[in-house]
């Protein structure tokens, strides 16, 4: 026995053994997604067989290139992702994530009390069984590295095998240009790796120092409110102030909103987050963001967040979640309605003459919709309770996601209430960051790609707008967007200054 152990296995079968290993150990959850996305005809099955095979052929030439060249090294770097693997995989089976940039933006965001409900018991099978053990046998194992000649004849058909079955999924462009940034969020251990890569690269894009806008000018003296509003994956279709046939919308049909069409320029939460604060579309500048611009020129601001992805924050009164729960013990975390805990009380303390208050929501974010509001707000039903959006009833996740609506629909009331009953003049502006799929065209949730080729259910979001005291006159606009918000709020604060855009207002 032990003799067998200590005859060294070619290089060429032991990068294949550790391939093979890879693809069947951490690559069910790949497989299952490309299956639910191809027809079950021969081309799908081209496709699903050429994803495995490039799974199996790409691991294996990185491996064995690794393992050549830099052996104990190779051999230590593979034992990393190895386990780093069955640390993803656990994620992705447990929390039906993809492993895409935002989402590990989202796992290196999680604050401790979120990640230590991580620390069960069943990631550490994950890490041993699938990890640590097969590390034993990479170790262990003798190896024959080989000539020099035999890396070039390796890495030569690899390429060449990459190539076929390029060649063979010719037609598959389009399928492969819409799938790709989901499919290869599940390829391992290259999707983390890359994407934790971009999610630092963008972390340092976007913390750069901001460029400040032109010193601003606060024209009268009037005490005035305005709230806005950030809606988290909140659809126009299925408000019914937009004409959806369910009546999602029953407290705000009686407050005499106004409302907008409009259009989301970006469809994760992060960049929509940001044009939403945004004067203009900077692409990946950071510019002064508008609540740090306006407590620079002597507006008070107070921000709620119980979201996550804004741009940098110069504002003293701001409170995330856990600030939130801390300062509400005894109000339901679980919900948005911790954001009016105090909230009244704070805008009446206020003493500068304008306040702007951000509240960023997260009401209507998936998988998980029907977690999203408080039982008395489950008027449809039966509600969809998996996690698996594609394997969930459409009717259910339908009343899961309306059910959310209609909890936004009372949290705006509630906040009309709020602004009705406080001696400043007020408005409030409510937006979305931008839309939803719920499985038009087999697509679900957002964020998956561009703006620009998203669908439209990502892309149309409500723009809600009231005020209370002396109103202001507001235009008719066919169309407006996120960059309409920061010169409104200047607008309606009496704030001007170079960068003030008139267009861009939705007052007269
Ligand atoms: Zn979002």
Redesign the pocket.
């Known amino acids: 026995m032990e003799r067998i152990k200590n005859i060294p296995i070619k290089l060429t079968l032991f990068a294949f053994i550790l391939s093979l290993y890879t693809l069947i150990a951490f690559h069910k959850p790949l497989l299952d997604l490309v299956l639910e996305c191809v027809e079950r005809d021969l081309n799908g099955w081209i496709i699903v067989g050429s994803i495995a095979l490039l799974t199996l052929v790409v691991n294996f030439m990185v491996y064995y290139l690794l393992l050549y060249l830099c052996r104990l090294v190779g051999k230590i770097v593979i034992a990393l992702t190895l386990i780093a693997n069955a640390t993803a995989l656990y994620f992705v089976n447990t929390y039906e994530v993809l492993l895409t940039r935002d989402m590990m933006g989202n796992l290196f965001n999680t604050n401790v009390s979120e990640a230590s409900g991580f620390l069960s018991f069943t990631p550490i099978i994950y890490v041993v069984l699938l990890g640590i053990l097969p590390c034993i046998y990479l170790f262990k194992r003798k190896v024959e590295y080989g000539s020099l000649k035999r890396l070039f004849a390796n890495v030569g058909v690899s390429i060449v095998a990459i190539a076929i079955i390029g060649v063979a999924n010719m037609g598959n462009i389009l399928w492969i240009d819409h799938n790709a940034p989901r499919v290869g969020s599940l390829f391992m251990p290259w999707s983390y790796i890359a994407n934790t890569v971009r999610h630092f690269h963008h972390q340092a894009m976007i913390n750069r120092e901001e460029i400040p806008l032109p010193d601003a000018e606060i024209i009268d003296e009037e005490p005035k409110v305005c709230v806005l509003v950030i809606g ?2 909140a659809r126009r279709a299925n408000f019914s102030l937009y004409g959806y046939e369910r009546d999602t919308n029953p407290l705000l049909r009686g407050d005499s909103v106004k409302i907008y069409n409009a259009v989301a320029s970006a469809t ?2 992060t960049m ?2 940001k044009a939403i604060l945004d004067h203009k579309p900077t692409g990946n500048k950071l510019y002064e963001i508008l609540p740090n611009y306006l407590e620079r020129n002597g507006v008070e601001v107070i921000w709620r967040s119980t ?1 996550w ?1 804004e741009p940098p924050l110069h504002v003293a009164n701001r409170s995330n979640l856990a600030a939130l729960r801390e300062r509400y013990p005894d109000a339901d975390a679980r919900y948005d309605g911790i954001l009016l805990e105090g909230l009244k009380e704070e805008i009446e303390s206020a003493t500068a003459d304008k306040l702007l208050v951000v509240l960023h929501t ?1 009401t209507s ?1 998936g998988p998980t919709y029907n977690k999203k509001y408080p039982e008395a707000f489950e008027r449809y039903v039966p509600v969809c309770t998996t996690v698996e959006m594609s394997k969930a009833d459409h009717k259910e996740l339908i009343n899961a996601y309306d059910n959310t609506i209609l909890y936004t629909d009372y949290l705006l009331h509630s906040i009309i209430e709020i602004l009705g009953s406080v001696e400043r003049n007020s408005a409030m502006i409510y937006i ?3 839309g939803e799929s719920l499985g038009e065209g087999n697509i679900y949730m ?2 998956m790609v561009s703006a620009s080729m998203a669908p439209r259910e990502q892309l149309d979001i409500p723009f809600i707008v009231w005020q209370n005291g002396d109103n202001r006159e507001v235009k008719e606009l066919e169309e407006v967007g996120h960059y309409h918000v920061f010169h409104s709020v200047m607008d309606y604060l009496d704030i001007r200054s170079d960068i003030y855009d008139e267009e861009k207002s939705i007052f007269n």
Request: glycine share 14%.
């Open positions: 988290e994956s994760s939460t929509a987050v979201n992805g997260s974010h979305s960051d931008h957002h964020g």
